[in-house]
């Protein structure tokens, strides 16, 4: 996840979710989990496949404390990581791979080719925010944005090697997975990886807790995106940012994106609508995290659900 304009909210909230050691979540399947913590920027989940030939690994984090975890988990389980799978191109899920690159020279990474695009937009005018901002931060506030800037600047080191292109069946590190691609829903290209063996679905930030990450989505598309994912045969669904689901967990998160979509599209007041989705959501949003699902919405509903024409068809691929 990745807020240009709402990044001094996520600096001054106080949501905390501490990512801890590896969980296994299926047979051969691990969950690094990502956080949020007072005055960082948030780190996706990582969830590591162990194959015959080493491990896989789908979306690296952002800071270096939690792409260490991985390194980590590899040295400890005595595996290579042969290849890493990014959902997408936001920062907190790719941000780790010059460091997995750096270890593992060989690595291939999968991904759409969105971030090349994002590159020359959205990045590149975040990129001009943190310099701005650096000049006038204070020294605490300083390291972390230039942390941010590190990251952007890497480059090459964040970019795949292997393109997904289309929707495919792959053995990698001969462990067979299926990749699908979705257009213009999250990005403009979001991976989603199951596992035929366990029916485990990584779902990267089509599934994020607890609301929808909005900034660069076109909000339709991701509620065909959400289509497409409840037809898959999955038993455990694992989000780009929550606990894994169950396939009624995720039938509830569903509806409730359906219902925030057709309130935002009504006439209906904003705090109506906001009230809806963390009704609608019910136990899936912690009580302690409601306050922070209400101000994520509350910039939301303005900037993504109820946005400008012009920047609605941009991020819908018009």
Request: net charge neutral; proline share 6%.
């Amino acid at each position: 996840m990745q807020r240009l304009s709402a990044i001094g909210l996520v600096f001054a909230l106080s949501f905390n979710v501490t990512a801890s050691a590896a969980t296994p979540v299926a047979p051969g399947i691990d969950l690094i989990a990502g956080e949020f913590i007072p005055n960082h920027q948030p780190d996706g989940n990582s969830i590591l496949f162990r194959a015959p030939d080493g491990l896989i690994v789908m979306d690296t984090g952002r800071h270096a404390a939690h792409t260490q975890q991985i390194l980590d988990y590899a040295q400890q389980a005595k595996l290579p990581i042969r290849a890493v799978i990014n959902s997408h191109w936001h920062l907190d899920h790719i941000g780790g791979n010059p460091r997995i690159r750096a270890a593992y020279p060989q690595v291939r990474i999968y991904a759409s080719n969105a971030l090349a695009g994002a590159t020359k937009g959205f990045l590149a005018d975040y990129r001009k925010y943190l310099v701005d901002a650096i000049a006038k931060a204070s020294d605490e506030q300083r390291d972390s944005l230039r942390d941010e800037l590190a990251i952007i600047d890497a480059g090459p080191a964040l970019a795949p090697n292997e393109i997904v292109s289309q929707t495919r069946s792959l053995r990698i590190a001969g462990r067979r997975l299926e990749l699908h691609l979705e257009k213009y829903s999250v990005t403009a290209g979001d991976v989603w990886v199951f596992d035929p063996a366990t029916r485990t679905l990584a779902a990267g930030d089509l599934v994020t807790l607890p609301v929808p990450f909005l900034d660069t989505a076109c909000p339709a598309r991701w509620k065909s995106a959400l289509y497409n994912l409840a037809h898959a045969d999955f038993k455990l669904l694992v989000p780009g940012h929550g606990a894994p689901m169950q396939r009624r967990e995720f039938e509830t998160y569903r509806s409730a994106y359906g219902n925030l979509l057709a309130c935002t599209a009504s006439t209906k007041l904003k705090a109506e609508c906001i009230d809806g989705w963390v009704h609608d959501a019910g136990a899936l949003i912690a009580e302690k995290d409601r306050a922070f699902a209400n101000s994520l919405l509350d910039y939301y509903v303005d900037t993504s659900l109820r946005p400008e024409p012009a920047k609605a068809a941009k991020l819908c691929g018009a």
